[in-house]
């Protein structure tokens, strides 16, 4: 069965960087993009951008550009979400989710979700 | 960017009356290869992820039910859930998957009268 396992809960200091781990399981990873989503307490969806697992193309938000990076290995099926000089605001439920772009079918599975608390 | 304008941003219902639920996007988000529109509909529950209930404005996802129902057209669309369930309760978010950046409506909480 399909699955996106994502790693544990952080916490981190005002400044500091965060990695996020996304396991992909019981599909072909390179056949589906993946996506970056956040929800701060309270709050609706944000998207953070998207990787393109068989090149590794990305695209980012205007607003995280420069402070998030998105990678992935292929050779673990695991995506990575990175985001630095983190904010009390960065503090946020985030999640991985698939993407089928060639049928137009869009984030059908998602991560567990990873919260990232960033506090002094 | 688009933006995905959701109305209202809460809503009463009595069990087993209808819930309609419109998204606005500011600009097109038809795919002219396919004449579909790129427009998706998601139900969270607290302390759950998104789960996908329309895509291409009006295809059903396996396994929901089909009291969830998608329709639109142009940059108006409608998530209509028909006879509502307890289980319903939930916040429904629309998604414009077209370009990127990717957005979402601001969400609309639905509740039980």
């Known amino acids: 069965q399909v699955q996106l396992e994502q790693s544990g809960t952080e916490v981190k200091r005002p400044g500091a960087s965060v990695r996020v781990s996304c396991k992909a399981s019981g599909y072909t990873f390179t056949d589906y993009y993946l996506h970056w989503v956040r929800q701060a307490p309270g709050q609706g969806l944000e998207w953070l951008g998207r990787i393109r697992p068989d090149t590794g193309d990305t695209r980012y938000a205007r607003e995280f550009q420069g402070r998030v990076t998105m990678t992935r290995d292929t050779s673990i099926t695991t995506a990575y979400m990175e985001l630095s000089s983190l904010r009390s605001d960065d503090t946020a439920m985030y999640y991985c989710?698939?993407?089928?772009?060639?049928?137009?079918?869009?984030?059908?599975?998602w991560g567990q979700g990873t919260l990232v608390s960033v506090s002094s | 960017d688009i933006v995905m304008t959701q109305s209202p941003d809460s809503l009463t219902v009595s069990l087993g009356e209808r819930a309609t639920i419109n998204c606005k996007s500011s600009?097109?988000?038809?795919?002219?290869?396919?004449?579909?529109?790129?427009v998706a509909w998601y139900q969270q529950k607290p302390g759950q992820p998104p789960k996908l209930l329309i895509y291409l404005a009006s295809t059903r996802e396996s396994g929901v039910s089909d009291r969830f129902s998608g329709s639109g057209s142009g940059t108006d669309f409608t998530l209509t859930i028909s006879g509502l369930q307890a289980e319903d309760v939930a916040v429904y978010y629309c998604h414009q998957y077209y370009t990127t950046p990717h957005t979402f409506g601001q969400g609309t909480k639905v509740e039980i009268k």
């Open positions: 600009q097109n988000v038809l795919y002219k290869s396919n004449n579909r529109y790129y």
């Open positions: 989710a698939r993407h089928q772009v060639p049928i137009g079918l869009p984030f059908d599975y």
